[in-house]
């Protein structure tokens, strides 16, 4: 399973350094719903065969729904 801080491509802790606290909450979020919406386990398939969609799918998720 994907941890928060360790997204593929990026050394530890380095995609959450410049994000809000609400960022871990809402990084769970969205592989709960990627996985809802798909099936268990596709936000880690993604971010390990496609990085580059899995952090433009990430940040449009931030950017839609962080209040």
Known sequence: MLKPGNAPGYPPGAFFRTLSKTAIPMYEQ???LTN???WEGYAETL???NPERFST???D???TYQS
């Open 47 to 49: 971010a390990q065969e």
């Open 57 to 59: 799918e990430l940040y």
């Open 36 to 38: 809802q919406i798909f």
């Open 61 to 63: 998720f931030f950017n």
């Open 30 to 32: 969205f592989i709960e």
